[in-house]
């Protein structure tokens, strides 16, 4: 795909597609008891339906309505055999996730995804759940995972990795299980687990430091999807970035987990705003407008908040004054690709002054962008943010793989293409 220089101001409202997160957990959360649920505006992009997927093989039947879904679930007990592997997709959310769920049945379940996800570790996850008395088995430590479901019991876990996909799995395996579980995270990461399963009915507390979790009698409950604000970090950074923006981003989901980049965009100098909707919720607008650019300094502890976004901050930095130092990022080595060195590869070839680090990278700005060909490495994100650096380039920028935005924000390059044709924002 060839993508031109654009410096059209973002002005108006944009409401981002629903949250990749809630989606996912709205859907696979469906199965661990009986009855029925609604889940409003979900996210519909090939993660989700990953998700989408597993259940419906497990016995839940899924109507779609307009802009919502109506989940029936018989309920562990009800639970059907299914009659092939469970295709995860491209979806670690997915695979996790059901590695966690799946202890509640009764039957031997087999997971697989794509090459790409087939690459990405999984013991991660299956080590906790065996000291929970799961059988979990995995291939060299990846996919294709198989997890025996049945009686298992509490644990006590110190996570080496803060991960909201291994601690999600623990906590779903924690509300089947004879026993406590206690779950104690490096640094804290997005905590959407913990509050739909109490909304659910689980008891679920923070307590010295570890979560801890009872065996519960779970109740479903209906899901409202704010947008997701890593789908919308891509249009914040654009409005951050070219002058006479001034972008109200609606609907937002603003709990501080997920505020990493925002709070970040705005230390850099971006003119950030938010708005909280209704007296209860973490769900808001966010209004970004351009600012004059300083580096920042990206710790250990900011990453979690952030862990998607980190690619798109580095490509901000190239324009903000100074350097820019990231560390603690380990994680995005073992993302849909290796996002450090693929952000650096990329950057690079665009003109940037980056640095690689194991953990993380170091930019030094500001520096002018100029054309050139990249590469998605088969990761949405990715493709998201080199288009994002396009607009900011001198030249014509041929990105391969943008397709792959299909993962998390299907209708990305249709908003992005009638942006640069001059459509104004009025979702």
Same mark, same amino acid.
């Given at each position: ?49 990953? %998700?989408?997927?597993?259940?419906? %093989? @497990? ?11 109506? @989940? ?79 009686? /298992? ?63 519960? %009698? ?12 890593? %789908? ?31 709070? @970040? ?46 690619? @798109? ?16 990022? /380990? ?85 992005? /293409? ?10």
């Amino acid at each position: 795909m060839e993508l031109t220089p654009c410096r059209n101001p973002l002005k108006g409202h944009l409401r981002p597609p629903s949250d990749k997160s809630v989606t996912h957990r709205a859907i696979l959360f469906s199965a661990l008891a009986p009855g029925a649920c609604v889940i409003e505006h979900p996210l519909i992009a090939a993660d989700t339906l990953s %998700s989408r997927h597993v259940v419906e %093989s @497990l016995g839940v039947t899924v109507r779609a309505e307009q802009d919502r879904w109506i @989940l029936q679930s018989p309920g562990p007990q009800g639970w059907s055999k299914p009659q092939d592997v469970l295709d995860c997709g491209n979806s670690g959310t997915t695979m996790r996730l059901a590695m966690g769920l799946l202890a509640a049945g009764s039957g031997r379940y087999q997971l697989s995804g794509d090459d790409s996800l087939s690459a990405r570790p999984m013991e991660r996850v299956a080590r906790p759940l065996r000291s929970m008395g799961i059988a979990v088995e995995t291939q060299d430590g990846h996919a294709p995972v198989t997890v025996q479901g049945g009686a /298992h019991h509490g644990t006590t876990y110190v996570m080496p990795v803060a991960s909201a996909q291994v601690k999600s799995a623990i906590l779903l395996a924690a509300v089947t299980a004879l026993g406590a579980t206690r779950v104690q995270e490096p640094y804290p990461t997005r905590d959407y687990t913990e509050r739909m399963l109490r909304a659910m009915g689980a008891q679920v507390q923070h307590q010295e430091g570890f979560i801890t979790v009872e065996p519960s %009698s779970l109740h479903l409950v209906d899901t409202m999807v704010p947008g997701d604000p890593s %789908s919308a970090a891509f249009w914040a950074a654009l409005a951050a970035l070219i002058p006479g923006s001034d972008l109200t981003l609606r609907e937002m989901s603003i709990s501080p987990r997920r505020m990493g980049f925002y709070r @970040l965009l705005q230390a850099m100098g971006a003119m950030v705003t938010t708005e909280r909707k209704g007296a209860e919720g973490d769900v808001g607008d966010i209004r970004v407008a351009p600012g004059q650019l300083a580096g920042v300094t990206v710790l250990p502890e900011d990453i979690p908040d952030m862990i998607d976004e980190v690619p @798109l901050l580095a490509l901000v930095a190239t324009q903000a004054q100074g350097e820019t130092v990231i560390s603690g990022a /380990h994680e995005l080595r073992v993302k849909e690709s290796d996002r450090i060195a693929a952000t650096v590869k990329n950057l690079r070839a665009l003109g940037a002054r980056i640095e690689e680090r194991e953990d993380g990278m170091v930019i030094h700005g500001p520096t002018r962008l100029h054309g050139a060909s990249v590469e998605a490495a088969g990761d949405h994100r990715m493709a998201m943010m080199l288009a994002v650096a396009a607009a900011v380039a001198d030249g014509p920028v041929f990105l391969e793989g943008a397709q792959h935005v299909a993962i998390s924000y299907p209708d990305f390059f249709t908003q992005y /293409h009638q942006w640069t044709q001059g459509q104004s924002f009025a979702s």
